[in-house]
């Protein structure tokens, strides 16, 4: 198989779009609807871990904002999309603040082709106070062949820098995407790297239940739906980012002790 493979590979990494990360600003302050002219997405997953969150508030961020750190790879950094306000940033900022009813206040620290040792070696040092931190790691180890006890050796020590970094905030991992299913990659390379993600996502949901107010929240997005990727076939569009962050929106306000939206 690996004869079949390797070709595979180098012709996606040829052939594959490199598009930038997202430009504009990393942090901003978003408002609660109808001001801030979004509502609260459709859920599609759930969560599982300890969490651990600060409850019903008061949050810390200005006004009462609650705050959001979003910490992580290419998708941190909203690859596939021209701002932080189109990618998963953005749009779980807006989901949160039509949730909560009150402003949310993110920011993003994000960096193409980090690993987990490298997030929390270079990126996560500088998050600062958070109410809730929210985490997108896993493509590039998968891509590196990182070993299974490394990965999860990697998770608990990034859930530890974060926790700490944060004031103790509750940390939710994004589980691994469905590579398995993505345009971008060509049989039988798809399938074999899917059956890994699998694994790494099985690994981080086990690593993060031993963690204290860490989460593990499944990427059930629904990849197929028409316009999910960008031009590269590989990172999310605004309205993939937009899904995304309705998958996600269940962990973090169960994270934060908030009653979870109605399906």
């Given at each position: 198989?690996?004869?079949?493979?390797?070709?595979?590979?180098?012709?996606?990494?040829?052939?594959?779009?490199r598009l930038p990360e997202a430009g504009g600003p990393r942090a901003g302050l978003t408002p609660p609807p109808p001001y801030g002219g979004a509502a609260p997405l459709t859920p599609y997953g759930g969560a599982s871990g300890q969490g651990g969150g600060a409850g019903l508030g008061p949050y810390g961020g200005p006004g009462g904002a609650a705050r959001l750190a979003v910490v992580g790879e290419s998708t941190a950094a909203g690859v596939g999309v021209e701002t932080s306000e189109e990618g998963l940033p953005g749009h779980l900022a807006?989901?949160?603040?039509?949730?909560?009813?009150?402003?949310?206040a993110w920011s993003v620290a994000g960096r193409t082709g980090a690993n987990a040792a490298e997030v929390t070696r270079d990126l996560a040092p500088g998050v600062g106070a958070a109410d809730v931190v929210v985490v997108a790691v896993g493509v590039n180890d998968l891509l590196e062949l990182t070993r299974l006890g490394a990965w999860a050796a990697r998770v608990r020590g990034l859930a530890g820098v974060l926790r700490e970094r944060s004031g103790g905030a509750p940390v939710v991992f994004s589980g691994m995407p469905p590579v398995g299913r993505f345009p971008a990659l060509p049989r039988p390379l798809r399938d074999v790297l899917g059956r890994r993600?699998?694994?790494?996502?099985?690994?981080?949901?086990?690593?993060?239940?031993?963690v204290p107010g860490a989460v593990h929240a499944p990427m059930e997005v629904p990849v197929e739906l028409p316009g999910f990727f960008a031009s590269d076939g590989f990172h999310p569009s605004a309205p993939g980012y937009r899904t995304w962050a309705g998958v996600l929106l269940p962990a973090v306000l169960t994270a934060l002790g908030e009653p979870a939206p109605l399906a």
């Open positions: 198989m690996a004869p079949l493979l390797l070709p595979q590979a180098v012709r996606v990494r040829r052939a594959t779009p807006r989901a949160l603040a039509g949730a909560l009813g009150r402003p949310v993600a699998a694994a790494l996502d099985l690994v981080m949901a086990h690593a993060l239940a031993g």
